[in-house]
């Protein structure tokens, strides 16, 4: 039982749920990502582009994630900002190899940063620079200089070289959005206390 789980039980917090609103391009890995995110036995053998959005549920040992898994395709990207309210942190996932895309990454990411429901929150943001078994995939230093992610100042932000397909990367990822959760969480019970001192 990790610290959490012994604050959540003395302070009699249940999980957590978390809603996490997975973006990125279609075809940057988002739903194979989710997919391999899933305990085994509820992965699809399968993927398939998603159309519109899915939602999946996954748990942690103190969080449980509802994400939200948004179409990239160019038609759809305009739905991405009705849930923009409900979300709690954002995984952006990024096609490494597609250069000649790299720039429309960046004006969908910069979109995202200034809209209203999401410039004034501190949201964090989980980039996952996918595809990096392949052989001309950009490194994850080099996907954070295009996208410019040196500039993101208000929000917490954490890049992660991965590999959907064998999973490589991805617990590295949800480990530092878990502990950036599990931090807001300890910062609100801290507000709290200092309330009641004073």
């Known amino acids: 039982m990790g610290l959490f789980d012994k604050l959540a039980g003395w302070l009699g917090i249940k999980k957590k749920e978390v809603h996490v609103l997975c973006l990125g391009l279609d075809n940057s890995g988002k739903t194979t990502i989710i997919n391999k995110l899933k305990p085994s036995n509820a ?52 096609d490494s190899c597609d250069k000649l895309r790299m720039v429309v990454a960046k004006e969908e990411l910069d979109t995202l940063l200034n809209h209203p429901d999401i410039k004034h ?7 996952f620079a996918n595809k990096m078994d392949l052989r001309d995939a950009l490194s994850s230093v080099k996907v954070s200089q295009q ?15 991965s590999d959907a397909l064998k999973g490589e990367g991805l617990q590295e990822g949800v480990d530092w959005l878990q502990g950036r959760q599990i931090y807001s969480i300890l910062q609100v019970l801290v507000n709290i206390e200092l309330y009641f001192l004073h």
Request: charged share 20%; net charge positive; with cysteine.
């Open 43 to 94: 992965q699809a053998q399968d993927i398939v582009p998603t159309i519109g959005f899915s939602i999946e549920k996954f748990k942690t040992s103190s969080l449980s994630f509802t994400v939200f898994d948004m179409s990239g395709q160019g038609r759809y990207r305009n739905l991405w900002e009705h849930y923009y309210k409900e979300g709690q942190a954002i995984i952006f996932v990024i």
């Open 121 to 127: 929150r501190r949201m964090p943001i989980l980039f």
């Open 147 to 161: 996208l410019c992610l040196e500039s993101i100042k208000d929000k917490p932000w954490h890049i992660c070289a």
